[in-house]
């Protein structure tokens, strides 16, 4: 029986939980078990609904209590089968040293496996997280990632500049000096995730639709990072990963959802109809 049989690709998703929406782990965790991978989810905050609709119930995991929870998950054996660590959403800025720590022992368990950030800051111009956590991820969680999924705002406010098109994207990028994926980057006909790494640069674009459900970049992320755990090239995982994004998106768009209809969509999640080409970037 082959390892992947025995022991599939494994990541340890360190996310926001939303009872009500399809947003961090709530939307992580569904796509990446549907291609075939191993998720821990490790919640930073745990709430009711989106903040955007009104109080969200519940909060941040405090940070004594998420220490505990990393000690239980240090505790019960796992972190030697951990492919990647995925963070997302920080509830706290105290946070931020107890997930690195985390990371640590991860890699000392399993020197290959790798920290994935996802710096959830804002989109659309707007900073939605707090000046404290804002620090605390740029400053720490970014710094220490071996790679970085940032929307262009997010890529913006990392690197301080402002990122209006692609070549914005790219040079930003290019400045962050390791592999980064960048979402929403608009052009005159679509919108389209830029791929920055040492062996180059591929651009993967499809067709601009009219609205986006939320958690659209925590599911590109995801279906990112399984696509590269299970083996495939990057640009391929690119591709695969817009495109499926690109079917849920337009699936959830027709039946007039607020929220990313992922069981109803999941088949596209590991085929998608649209399948855009990853075109490198001289």
């Known amino acids: 029986m082959s390892d992947f049989l025995t022991r599939p690709p494994t ?53 004594a209590r998420f220490a505990t929870l990393v000690e239980a998950l240090a505790a019960d054996d796992v972190l030697a ?53 804002a620090d605390a991820v740029v400053q720490s969680l ?17 690197t301080g500049r402002t990122i209006e098109t692609l070549d914005d994207a790219r040079h930003a990028a290019r400045r962050l000096g390791k592999p980064t994926l960048v979402s ?22 499809t067709p601009r639709l009219p609205r986006a459900p939320k958690g659209t970049g925590d599911l590109l992320s995801a279906l990112f990072v399984a696509r590269r755990v299970r083996g495939e090239a990057p640009a391929v995982a690119l591709e695969g990963a817009s495109g499926s994004l690109y079917d849920v998106i337009v699936r959830s768009l027709a039946a007039d959802s607020d929220d990313l209809l992922l069981p109803q969509a999941q088949d596209v999640l590991t085929d998608p109809v649209t399948w855009p080409r990853a075109r490198p970037l001289e």
Not at 28 to 36: C, I, K
Not at 43 to 59: E, K, V
Not at 84 to 91: F, I, P, W
């Open 11 to 63: 990541v340890l998703s360190i996310q926001s939980q939303v009872v009500t929406a399809r947003v961090g782990n709530s939307v992580a965790a569904f796509a990446m078990e549907r291609l075939g991978v191993r998720v821990l989810q490790l919640p930073t905050a745990l709430l009711g609904r989106r903040p955007d609709r009104g109080a969200p119930g519940g909060g941040p995991i405090p940070a």
């Open 81 to 133: 089968d951990v492919d990647a660590v995925l963070t997302g959403y920080v509830g706290a800025a105290d946070q931020a040293p107890l997930v690195l720590d985390l990371v640590e022992h991860v890699k000392a368990s399993n020197p290959k496996a790798l920290f994935v950030c996802d710096p959830v800051l804002g989109d659309d111009g707007r900073t939605y997280v707090d000046k404290t956590v």
């Open 142 to 158: 970014v710094q220490r990632a071996d790679w970085l999924t940032p929307n262009a705002y997010e890529l913006g406010v990392i």
């Open 184 to 205: 929403s980057i608009r052009t005159a006909t679509g919108i389209g995730n830029l791929l920055s790494a040492s062996g180059g640069e591929w651009f993967c674009e």
